[in-house]
């Protein structure tokens, strides 16, 4: 079976410095999505950054990054210049393609709390 | 651009009532989805639609749980009887293509004493 692996419960940095958020998958399938999403305090989940496992570049998305090392099955977030605002939940999620009559299921790792300190 | 619109925001409710959440996917998403967040548990997907129909179901907890998905923009999460157990926040979002990103409404706190 599928599984995200988050090992960092928590943790710290100082504002304006960068910080990575460790992932690492575990699946069989060639094909799959690997995505982060936010989540504050106020509760609503925020779609992050995407990375497909057939693409050769790392995504990134203004301050985020995604370091995928896809023989390490590894998908860290890079969030560079921290901000107060990025205190959060972060969760990272694969998605394996559909299968018939199953699949597709978005899988989500434990998260890691972030807090930036000023 | 509206996003994934869920209702109630809150709800508290007593033990055996029957619950109705609600979700509008953004238009033109072709997949939908309910999920459960709880401290214990996380984040579980409790079930999906494709092109309003459900694919995968077997993340509903029990009998207890149904969901429909009438038309391309209306879906329900019912919990009929409720019990504390099933306190949570209940999200619903929806995505254009499995492999796409997948965009969270604000959820439903749902509370049953």
């Known amino acids: 079976a599928q599984k995200i692996t988050q090992t960092q419960p928590g943790m710290f940095v100082q504002e304006k410095e960068a910080v990575t958020l460790d992932c690492t998958y575990d699946?069989?399938?060639?094909?799959?999505?690997l995505f982060w999403y936010k989540q504050p305090s106020s509760g609503e989940m925020i779609f992050l950054i995407y990375?497909?496992?057939?693409?050769?570049q790392n995504a990134t998305e203004g301050r985020y990054s995604l370091n995928f090392q896809k023989a390490r099955k590894s998908a860290n977030l890079v969030i560079s210049a921290s901000q107060l605002g990025d205190s959060a939940m972060y969760f990272c999620?694969?998605?394996?393609?559909?299968?018939?009559?199953?699949?597709?299921?978005?899988?989500f790792g434990q998260g890691t709390e972030l807090s930036v300190k000023p | 651009d509206a996003g994934v619109i869920q209702s109630p925001r809150h709800e508290v409710t007593e033990m055996g009532q029957e619950v109705t959440l609600r979700c509008k996917p953004i238009s033109g998403h072709d997949y939908l989805f309910w999920y459960r967040q709880t401290m214990m548990r996380g984040l579980e997907l409790l079930i999906y639609f494709n092109n309003n129909v459900p694919i995968d179901d077997s993340g509903m907890p029990e009998d207890r749980f149904s969901a429909k998905m009438p038309n391309a923009s209306f879906s329900t999460l019912k919990i009929q009887p409720s019990e504390p157990r099933d306190s949570a926040v209940y999200f619903c979002?929806?995505?254009f293509g499995w492999g796409q990103p997948q965009h969270f409404g604000d959820g439903t706190r749902l509370s049953i004493l």
């Open positions: 990375q497909g496992s057939y693409d050769e």
């Open positions: 999620a694969m998605r394996e393609p559909p299968r018939e009559n199953q699949g597709g299921k978005l899988i």
């Open positions: 979002a929806s995505s």
């Open positions: 699946t069989s399938d060639q094909s799959y999505g």
